[in-house]
């Protein structure tokens, strides 16, 4: 018989490393999601929420079999609920833009024409500077960039052109955008 001191509970190392490759995958989904959601019209509530919720949702049940020996408590729950969110919510949130964004490419597109709120620009890595345009889109506001144009161009242009189709969750699919007088 063992004592109670030399028991160790059961480690659940398989469980781990699908966690790590899982992190990973979820990791680059997450960016490539990013990319999809700047092309559907889908409120940022919703990116975030279909982001969050999976790894809020999953993490009291999976939380038992985390590998670990260092971490107790609430330090623990952290490290899960991050890895969680990454790992689950990427692949999630990609999921469902993918979902939207594909199969919208044998509609036919509508051409819609929406007033400028605001001009700014964003900041690459570099320093390059590229246009952006905050529009007024099914009651929220959606930023569209323009690094083909020159930042003094905002002051030529008040409307966004955009030519979007339906996409398969019901959120438009923008195909192309361009600035117009």
Same mark, same amino acid.
């Given at each position: 018989?063992?004592?109670? @001191?030399?028991?160790?509970?059961?480690?659940?190392?398989?469980? &781990?490393?699908?966690?790590?490759?899982?992190? !990973?995958?979820? *990791?680059?989904?997450? &960016?490539?999601?990013?990319?999809?959601?700047?092309?559907?019209?889908?409120p940022?509530?919703?990116?975030?929420?279909? !982001? *969050? #919720? /999976?790894?809020?949702? *999953?993490? /009291?049940?999976?939380?038992?079999?985390?590998?670990?020996?260092?971490?107790?408590?609430v330090?623990?729950?952290?490290? #899960?609920?991050?890895?969680?969110?990454?790992?689950?919510?990427?692949?999630? *949130?990609?999921?469902v833009?993918?979902l939207?964004?594909? /199969? #919208?490419?044998?509609?036919p597109?509508?051409?819609?024409?929406i /007033?400028?709120?605001?001009?700014?620009?964003?900041?690459?890595?570099?320093?390059? @500077? #590229?246009?952006?345009?905050?529009?007024?889109?099914?009651?929220?506001?959606?930023?569209?960039?323009?690094?083909?144009?020159?930042?003094?161009?905002?002051?030529?242009?008040?409307?966004?052109?955009?030519?979007?189709?339906?996409?398969?969750? &019901?959120?438009?699919?923008?195909?192309?955008? @361009?600035?117009?007088?």
């Amino acid at each position: 018989m063992t004592s109670l @001191k030399d028991y160790n509970a059961p480690q659940y190392k398989t469980f &781990g490393v699908i966690m790590f490759i899982l992190f !990973w995958v979820g *990791l680059v989904l997450t &960016g490539f999601g990013m990319y999809l959601w700047d092309s559907v019209a889908m409120p940022l509530y919703i990116a975030l929420l279909l !982001w *969050l #919720a /999976p790894g809020v949702i *999953l993490t /009291p049940y999976l939380i038992k079999f985390m590998p670990s020996k260092k971490l107790k408590g609430v330090a623990k729950f952290m490290v #899960a609920l991050f890895a969680n969110i990454i790992a689950f919510g990427g692949i999630m *949130l990609y999921g469902v833009l993918a979902l939207d964004y594909y /199969p #919208a490419n044998s509609t036919p597109p509508t051409v819609k024409i929406i /007033p400028v709120m605001k001009y700014g620009y964003t900041e690459s890595r570099s320093g390059d @500077k #590229a246009l952006c345009a905050d529009i007024r889109y099914q009651n929220y506001t959606k930023q569209i960039d323009f690094s083909e144009y020159e930042l003094t161009d905002s002051n030529r242009f008040h409307h966004v052109q955009l030519q979007t189709t339906p996409g398969y969750l &019901g959120f438009e699919v923008i195909r192309s955008k @361009k600035l117009v007088k």
